[in-house]
């Protein structure tokens, strides 16, 4: 579904993704580690056009998100959930969720209503459709957020360090949703520091190190001894978030 290959950006004068190809297939998990600075976030953004490539190629589904047309079609199939909760201050969770189906998908506003409650209610929030952002917590804001990205129905989502702006407990709320859609054979590329969810959610990890994808593995082989951590790098990686 997502191909990327021999992927480059650079920034001024600093090439912040060297090389980078990775191929995701439809229902796969691929969990993206890696140090801050790495290029996660970058890999990300050039994913869903929000960056443009200084070399290489991306596809979504055989779309070129370089060009207009293939990332508008990219993302009629596609969502990203931020770390940072971007919804509209002054629109209730009801309305950040029905907006883009109402304009983009040209839903009815009933039909769309209709939908967004049920994606409340799957993620525990059914009483809060009609609070403003300020009036819900971080973890509540989080899941509406995904609920606005359910929303429109996409066949691959890209999540961006979703819980790090979040306390433990409410870290847990967004996880279980996570692992819930998990489970629906959503795909996914999932930027992450939380180890030991990447390791229960995701059918593949990619270790970034500055700017290349140092290993590409199944998750069980990257958790293995004569795998990911017969690495040295990755090893070291491991045993540094253990300690946290
Ligand atoms: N718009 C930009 N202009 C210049 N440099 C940038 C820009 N965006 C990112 N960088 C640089 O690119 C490198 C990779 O950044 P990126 O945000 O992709 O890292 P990351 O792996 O997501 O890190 P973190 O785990 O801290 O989120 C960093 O050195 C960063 O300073
Ligand atoms: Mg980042």
């Not at 191929?23 to 790495?38: F, K, P, Q, R, Y």
């Not at 819980?163 to 992450?192: N, Y």
């Amino acid at each position: 579904m997502i191909r990327i290959k021999d992927l480059v950006k650079t920034f001024d004068d600093s090439t912040v993704l060297d090389g980078v190809t990775l191929d995701v297939n439809a229902g796969e998990i691929v969990t993206v580690l890696g140090a801050s600075g790495s290029g996660k976030s970058t890999l990300i953004r050039c994913i869903n056009g929000l960056e443009r490539p200084s070399g290489g190629t991306i596809t979504v589904d055989g779309n070129d998100v370089t060009t207009k047309a293939g990332l508008a079609a990219s993302r009629r199939i596609s969502a990203t959930v931020f770390q940072l909760f971007n919804l509209y201050p002054h629109m209730t969770a009801l309305g950040n969720i029905t907006l883009a189906p109402v304009e983009v998908l040209g839903k009815s506003k009933a039909e769309a209503e209709e939908q967004a409650r049920a994606l409340l209610a799957k993620v525990g929030l059914a009483g809060h459709a009609d609070k403003y952002p300020q009036q819900l917590s971080g973890g509540q804001r989080q899941r509406v957020g995904i609920c606005r990205a359910l929303a429109m129905q996409p066949r691959y989502i890209l999540l961006d360090e979703v819980t790090s702006a979040l306390d433990p407990e409410t870290t847990g709320e967004v996880l279980d949703i996570l692992q819930k859609l998990a489970t629906e054979a959503t795909t996914m590329v999932f930027v992450t520091h939380e180890v030991a969810f990447a390791r229960s959610i995701s059918t593949r990890i990619v270790f970034m190190e500055a700017g290349k994808l140092l290993v590409d593995m199944p998750t069980e082989e990257f958790f293995a001894e004569n795998g990911g951590l017969a690495v040295p790098r990755i090893r070291q990686f491991l045993s540094q978030i253990r300690k946290d």
